[in-house]
C-alpha cells in the first residue's frame, strides 16, 4: 500500500487516542494507521505489533470507510450471553456465602452444587465449563477443595497418636505389643 498523508490535526488525534486508551486492540490498531502513514510496510507493521498481514488490511480498510470510530472494537457477533446481571449478582453473592448459612451440610462449593444452587434461585443453568468461566470472570477462581478431619477429630487423640507414632519410627524397639 502506498504511503497515506495524514494532516498534522488527525495525527495529533490518533496520537492523542492512542495514549488515551487502556484498550490494546485500540492502541494496536492507531498504532496500525500512524505506522502506515509513516510509509511502512504491511509486513513489517504486522511483524513489529505481532498481528497478520491481514488484520493490518482490516484496520486500514475500517478507517478508510469509518474513520477513527472504526478503529474501536465492535460488538462482538452472536448471541447474547444468558448471564444476566442478576444471575451474575447472585452468582457473585453466592459464592461469597458459606453454604451452611444457606441451609447446606457441606462447607465447600463445588462446581455441580454452586451451578444448581444458582439455578434455583434464577431458572439459568450453565455447564459446570461455563460457570468456571462466568467466576472466572468475576474474579474468582476455582480450586480443589482438601479434605481433612481437622475440626472433626479428637485434638488431643490425634496429637498423642502423632506422637507415638513418631517415637515408633525413632525407635522401634519402643512398640507396644498389644494386650488381648
Request: proline fraction near 5%; include cysteine; glycine fraction near 8%.
Amino acid at each position: 500500500m502506498s504511503r497515506w498523508e495524514l494532516g498534522a490535526p488527525e495525527w495529533e488525534a490518533l496520537d492523542r487516542m492512542r495514549f488515551a486508551t487502556t484498550e490494546a486492540a485500540l492502541f494496536r490498531n492507531v498504532t496500525i494507521i500512524l505506522m502506515t502513514a509513516a510509509g511502512r510496510t504491511k509486513v513489517s507493521i504486522a511483524r513489529d505489533l505481532g498481528c497478520s498481514p491481514a488484520t493490518v488490511d482490516n484496520i486500514r480498510s475500517r478507517y478508510q470507510e469509518y474513520g477513527r470510530e472504526g478503529l474501536r472494537r465492535r460488538k462482538s457477533p452472536g448471541r447474547p450471553s444468558r448471564a444476566t446481571a442478576e444471575y451474575r449478582a447472585v452468582l457473585r453473592r453466592t459464592v461469597q456465602t458459606p453454604p451452611q448459612h444457606l441451609g447446606y451440610g457441606f462447607s465447600t462449593w463445588s462446581g455441580a452444587r454452586l451451578g444448581q444452587h444458582v439455578k434455583r434461585q434464577t431458572g439459568i443453568t450453565f455447564s459446570e465449563d461455563q460457570l468456571e468461566r462466568l467466576l472466572h470472570q468475576e474474579g474468582f477462581s476455582v480450586q480443589r477443595p482438601k479434605h481433612t478431619l481437622k475440626g472433626k477429630r479428637d485434638e488431643g487423640a490425634y496429637e498423642q497418636a502423632r506422637q507415638e507414632l513418631q517415637d515408633m519410627k525413632k525407635k522401634p524397639w519402643l512398640r507396644r505389643v498389644p494386650t488381648c
